[in-house]
C-alpha cells in the first residue's frame, strides 16, 4: 500500500530536549516536505526537499532542521524545542517533475506538546 | 508571497443540501489549485484539482469553479451525506524555475453536515 508513515504519532517532550519525528514513504517520490498544523493558520510549510541532499527552507523553519540521505526518508529535527513548537506536524511527498497531477500524499500526523 | 484567504471557517448544512466554500488568492501567477479533504485524526488527502487553464471540474457530486480574472475559486458539495463532514483546505501553487511547486494553503472550513 503507497503511504506516507510518521512516527511517533504523538509526543509529549520537554523544553530543550531533542527530538526527532520521522517520515518515511513508499512511493519512490522525489519530493518531501513538512507542514505544520495550527488552528487558524492553516497548514504551513516548514522545510522541503527536492531530493537526496537537496533541502530548503520553507515559511517557517526557525528551530527546525531536516536532513535527507535517503530517497524514502526525511527526518524533522528539533534541536532545542519551546513551547511555541507545539502542533501538529504532517509530512508529505510527492512526485517531480509533476505529471498530472502535482498532488502531495500527507501522512497521519504527529501531535507534539513541548512542556 | 502568496496569500489565500478563505471562507467560511465553518459551515453547517442540513443532509442532502449543498456547501460552498471559497477561497481567494494573491499571485495571478498561481497556476494550480487543489483542495484537500482532512478527517478527523487523519492527514489532509486530495479529492479534486484544478488548472489555470481549466474553468470548471465536476467529480460526481464534487465540482471547482476558477474565476483567474476575480482570482478566486471554489469548492461545491452537492447533496452532501454526513461523511462529507470534515475539513477542507483551498490551496494555491506556483511552479518556480527548478520545477518545485510552491503551495500556499488556506485556514481551511470546517463543514458539518447535519443528518
Known amino acids: 500500500e503507497a503511504q506516507v508513515t510518521q512516527n511517533p504519532r504523538y509526543l509529549i517532550t520537554v523544553t530543550g530536549k531533542k527530538l526527532t519525528v520521522t517520515c518515511s514513504q513508499n512511493?519512490?517520490?522525489?519530493?518531501m516536505s513538512w507542514y505544520r498544523q495550527d488552528p487558524g493558520l492553516g497548514l504551513r510549510q516548514i522545510y522541503y526537499?527536492?531530493?537526496?541532499?537537496?533541502?530548503d527552507k520553507g515559511d517557517v523553519p526557525e528551530g527546525y532542521k531536516v536532513s535527507r540521505k535517503e530517497k524514502r526518508n526525511f527526518p524533522l529535527i528539533l534541536e532545542s524545542p519551546s513551547p511555541n513548537q507545539t502542533s501538529l506536524y504532517f509530512c508529505?511527498?510527492?512526485?517531480?517533475?509533476?505529471?498530472?497531477?502535482?498532488?502531495?500524499?500527507f501522512g497521519p500526523g504527529t501531535r507534539l506538546t513541548v512542556l | 508571497g502568496e496569500n489565500v484567504e478563505q471562507h467560511p471557517s465553518t459551515l453547517s448544512v442540513q443532509e442532502g443540501d449543498s456547501a460552498v466554500i471559497k477561497c481567494t488568492y494573491s499571485?495571478?501567477?498561481?497556476?494550480?489549485f487543489p483542495w484537500y479533504k482532512q478527517e478527523l485524526g487523519k492527514g489532509p488527502q486530495l479529492i479534486i484539482d484544478?488548472?489555470?487553464?481549466?474553468g470548471e471540474k465536476k467529480d460526481q457530486r464534487i465540482a471547482v469553479t476558477l474565476n483567474k480574472t476575480a482570482k478566486h475559486f471554489s469548492l461545491h458539495i452537492t447533496e452532501t451525506q454526513p461523511e462529507d463532514s470534515a475539513v477542507y483546505f483551498c490551496?494555491?501553487?506556483?511552479?518556480?524555475?527548478?520545477?518545485?511547486?510552491?503551495?500556499?494553503f488556506g485556514t481551511g472550513t470546517k463543514l458539518q453536515v447535519i443528518p
Open positions: 508529505a511527498s510527492g512526485s517531480l517533475p509533476a505529471g498530472v497531477t502535482d498532488t502531495q500524499y
Open positions: 526537499s527536492m531530493n537526496v541532499e537537496a533541502t
Open positions: 512511493m519512490n517520490h522525489e519530493y
Open positions: 499571485d495571478s501567477a498561481s497556476n494550480y
Open positions: 484544478i488548472r489555470s487553464n481549466v
Open positions: 490551496a494555491a501553487s506556483i511552479r518556480d524555475s527548478g520545477g518545485y511547486q510552491k503551495v500556499t
